[in-house]
């Protein structure tokens, strides 16, 4: 919890050639969300992070939202980075209809929840990743990332990470961060630093 508010990783998060580029994305002045994550993952440990999209967890506010993930150092494959459900964009965005179809009978604060009666373990899709592969006929999609790299997805990209089977046993570091349109609607919950059990 330290590191997230730390004024290092601040300026690391700000830096002025990524909001230029984020500017340019949103179209406008892009809002930074407070609420950020990094994430550490030693070799040989399954604390991989399950399949998910992250509108699950920024119901709060606008859908128009993009987030940027960054490798801190270099992250091959073996080492677990992250990877995409191919095409799945349109599959995120179809469960996610079907979550506020299904939603009608729950509070406001449950509706903006990930932890509420309609929806898996924590927001999750499955822990499973080749089963999901299979079941929706879709590869997942990994690379090799080097330092300097960024990686962008929409809000209703289904991603996970992978178990870092790093043979040097190097640990993987990585960070995710959100962006959106300051005009637009802002997700309340996200106005905080990240800290344990904030239930995000």
């Known amino acids: 919890m330290s590191i997230v508010r730390s004024a290092a990783y601040e ?3 700000a830096q002025p050639r990524l909001v230029r580029f984020m500017d340019a994305f949103v179209q ?3 809002y930074l969300h407070k609420r950020k994550l990094m994430r550490y993952v030693q070799p040989g440990t399954a604390v991989a992070t399950p399949a998910h999209y992250d509108l699950v967890y920024l119901r709060g ?5 993009v987030t940027a993930w960054i490798p801190i150092g270099d992250i091959p494959a073996e080492m677990g ?19 506020q179809t299904n939603s009608g009978t729950l509070s406001p604060e449950e509706r903006i929840s990930a932890y509420n ?5 924590g927001g999750w899709i499955s822990k499973d990743l080749p089963d999901m592969a299979e079941r ?5 999609l990994a690379a090799d990332y080097e330092a300097g790299d960024a990686v962008l997805h929409s809000p209703y990209m289904i991603h996970a990470a992978t178990n870092n089977e790093d043979r040097a046993r190097r640990l993987r570091l990585s960070t995710d961060i959100r962006y959106q349109n300051v005009d637009d609607e802002i997700d309340a919950r996200w106005n905080n630093h990240w800290s344990l059990g904030d239930m995000l």
Do not use: K, N, P, Q
């Open 117 to 121: 009666d309609h929806m898996a373990e």
């Open 136 to 140: 929706f006929d879709a590869r997942w």
């Open 28 to 30: 406008g002045i892009s």
């Open 81 to 99: 980075g992250l990877v995409y459900l191919e095409g799945s964009h349109a599959l995120g965005r179809r469960m996610e209809a079907e979550f």
């Open 61 to 65: 506010g606008t859908s128009r939202l």
């Open 11 to 13: 300026g690391f998060c």
